[in-house]
């Protein structure tokens, strides 16, 4: 074994200890996969990082991002509280940077409490069939009438979205995470009084996460969406975590550039770890 810096940040918080934590294990080159894979299942956190040299050139470091069941291309709050992490880490004071990982390459740019990331393209869009939307209601114990829209966002975990009439409807699933046939996300709006412009919820028991504190792929899938089908015109803000006690603040914008996810990183524990 040896010691690795280590990092644990609180991703998206809208509260202390409102967001979504991801532990960051640093220069981690020296590390195999079952390492790694033992680490992820052992943390129990939604998403467990390792952060190594990278392999493109146009990149400041390479990313594998591992939830306690698997290893996942891409995922939004690995990457933002990772890059918060390598960057207090190496000292790094710059605007911009490159992630690399299994999607490629993904930019970032700092906030003013944190990173926020350009949402990469859709491995997977447009509406879902008949049938797999069938499915999904039914692990939802929905109504199929209550919904409004749906398409798939998948951009590496593999999210079909679900669109609610409200915020109210969202919160008030109780979902059937056993037969649940693949990742979920839901979105509904609140009223203009809300704490946010939208509800999010986010369901990935085949990951080993039934739900997800707070989603920065999901988001990133559905502003790719909400964007292109002209269903906001504006930059806006999501809520999410609130079932299981938190209260995850996203915010989601678009420019010249694309589609950017956003939110405050606060590292809570700094240190280093025997692996």
């Known amino acids: ?47 467990t990082t ?70 990469p393209p859709l491995i997977r869009s447009g509406a879902p069939t008949a049938e797999d939307l069938a499915a999904a209601v039914a692990s939802l114990r929905i109504e199929p009438g209550g919904v409004v829209d749906a398409q798939w966002t998948d951009n590496g975990p593999g999210w079909l979205a679900i669109r609610l009439p ?32 939208f509800e999010v919820r986010a369901f990935v028991p085949g990951l080993g996460v039934p739900e997800d504190p707070v989603t920065g792929s999901l988001n990133a899938g559905i502003g790719t969406w909400f964007f292109g089908a002209g269903i906001v015109d504006a930059g806006y803000t999501v809520r999410q975590g609130t079932v299981l006690g938190g209260n995850g603040l996203v915010r989601i914008d678009r420019d010249a550039e694309g589609v950017w996810v956003s939110g405050a990183c606060t590292t809570l524990v700094s240190g280093s770890v025997a692996l």
């Open 50 to 119: 390792f952060v190594l040299r990278p392999v493109n050139e146009r990149a400041d470091y390479r990313l594998r991002i591992f939830t306690p069941a698997e290893e996942l291309p891409f995922a939004g709050h690995p990457t933002l509280g990772s890059a918060s992490a390598w960057a207090d880490h190496t000292g790094f004071q710059g605007d911009r940077l490159v992630q690399e990982c299994g999607v490629g390459l993904v930019d970032l740019r700092r906030t003013q409490d944190g990173f926020a990331l350009a949402a």
């Open 166 to 197: 409200d915020a109210a409807a969202v919160l008030a699933v109780v979902p059937d995470f056993e037969h649940m046939p693949y990742p979920i996300g839901l979105v509904g709006p609140h009223p203009g009084d809300g704490p946010a412009d």
């Open 1 to 47: 074994m040896a010691a690795h810096p280590f990092r644990q940040v609180d991703v998206f918080p809208g509260s202390p200890l409102g967001g979504n934590p991801v532990a960051v294990v640093l220069d981690a080159d020296d590390l195999d996969d079952a390492t790694m894979r033992e680490f992820a299942r052992w943390t129990n956190l939604s998403e």
